[in-house]
Structures are given as structure tokens and as C-alpha cells.
């Protein structure tokens, strides 16, 4: 099952919900023996990355090397061939040909280590922006963060409520108790999306990692 548009998880792994606005992780997060990630961005023929997402990506791994006071460090490499696909710890690649909505997907981490795939879909008419955009947020998602609007969508056209266990949803102190448009981890986006970490972000992070 596919939960906010971009979360794999199983019905028998979601329960009911409350209606707070803050900022959320899940209970799995990446251990310190794991937080320096390769990530690979895919440049098959078929799940490839186009230009414009191979930039997004360069530009999503800056958002979180850039953050000081994070304890994550991304070292990005691209191909195609199965060892690589084998040795990173984080793959990124397009999965338009089996996908009709636009957006991406990715998974929690588990066991220490971060989620190893994100699928981004039907971004090629969006703006290098929304590249970055899209795929920070599921890199988000991949090292333990929650979708901010979590309880009921709402920055999406039709709102629902997203169940949280036995990942958990888990406020992050520090963060805002209020609605938080501009962050990244909010379950929908809009074409005028910077792709940039808001303050809640950051802080988020940093009080995780």
C-alpha cells in the first residue's frame, strides 16, 4: 500500500492517527555506523535519471551536506550496473513506466540502515526545482522523517489521514506545533516549490541526527 503518495507500507503496518501540526520521525532512524550514505542516482536505459533529475539529485545531496549540525553525509555517484546498484546504500531512479500519478516513493529505514530505493515518477515537465524537491523529501522519508501533515494531508487537493504504526509518528521537539506550509516533508507539493529545507526542517534534523 502506498501511503501520502509516497510512503510503501503495508495495511497491517498502519493504525489510527490524532490531529496534531508538528514535525514527525518515525521510530526507525540510521544508526551512527550508517550515516555516511552512498546513494546512487540510476542511469539505466529503461529507470534512468534525465538531466534535469540527475541535477535535482546533486542538488538534494547538497541540501543535506550543506546542514551543519547533521551527522548524515551523502557521497553521490551515478551508473547503471548491478554492482553499483548492489553497493549503495540509497538508489534513486525514475519509475515513470510504471506509474501514472507524478511525485516519488520511498520506504523507512530499518535495522540502522536507511531505505535503499526512491522511485521518482512523471517529473519531466516540472522544473529542476521540483526535482529537487521531490527527491529531498523522499531522501526525507529514507532517513526516518514523516510526512509533516501526516494526521490529514492537508496541502493535498483531497485530504486523509495516514496511519503511523509500527513506524510511529513521533514529534520532534523543537519544531512547530502549527501548520508548517513551506516544509519539505509536507505530504503534497505545489509547482512553485523551491526544493529548499524551511526552518522546521533543519531543526527536525538536527535534533535527530
Known amino acids: 500500500m502506498v501511503i ?10 498502519l493504525v489510527e492517527i490524532s490531529s496534531q501540526k508538528k514535525q514527525y520521525r518515525t521510530r526507525n532512524l540510521v544508526s551512527g555506523a ?13 529507470q534512468g535519471l534525465s538531466n534535469k533529475a540527475k541535477n535535482g539529485l546533486r542538488d538534494a545531496v547538497r ?3 550543506n546542514l551543519s549540525g547533521v551527522s548524515l553525509q551523502f557521497r553521490l555517484s ?3 550496473s548491478q554492482n553499483a546498484v548492489n553497493r549503495a546504500d540509497m538508489v534513486v531512479f525514475d519509475d515513470t513506466v510504471n506509474e501514472s500519478a507524478s511525485g516519488g516513493i520511498a ?3 530499518s535495522g540502522g540502515r536507511p531505505n535503499k530505493f526512491i522511485a521518482i515518477f512523471n517529473l519531466n515537465f516540472f522544473s529542476r526545482n521540483i526535482h529537487e524537491h521531490v527527491i529531498t523529501h523522499e531522501m526525507g522519508h529514507s532517513v526516518g522523517l514523516r510526512h509533516t501533515d501526516w494526521f490529514n494531508r492537508s496541502t493535498c487537493d483531497i485530504g486523509s489521514r495516514e496511519r503511523a504504526e509500527p513506524e510511529g509518528a513521533i514529534y520532534i521537539p523543537g519544531t512547530a506545533r502549527g501548520y508548517a506550509p513551506t516544509s519539505i516533508m509536507n505530504a503534497c507539493f505545489t509547482s512553485s516549490a523551491n526544493g529548499e529545507f524551511n526552518r522546521n526542517d533543519k ?3 538536527r535534533r535527530i541526527y
Not at 510512503?7 to 497491517?12: F, H, N, R
Not at 550508517?34 to 529503461?46: A, E, Q, V
Open 203 to 205: 531543526v527536525g534534523l
Open 78 to 80: 551515478f551508473g547503471s
Open 63 to 65: 541540501n543535506y551536506n
Open 34 to 46: 550508517n550515516r555516511t550514505i552512498d546513494i546512487l542516482g540510476f542511469t539505466g536505459s529503461r
Open 107 to 109: 520506504g523507512f529505514p
Open 4 to 13: 501520502g503518495g509516497d510512503i510503501a507500507m503495508t495495511q497491517k503496518e
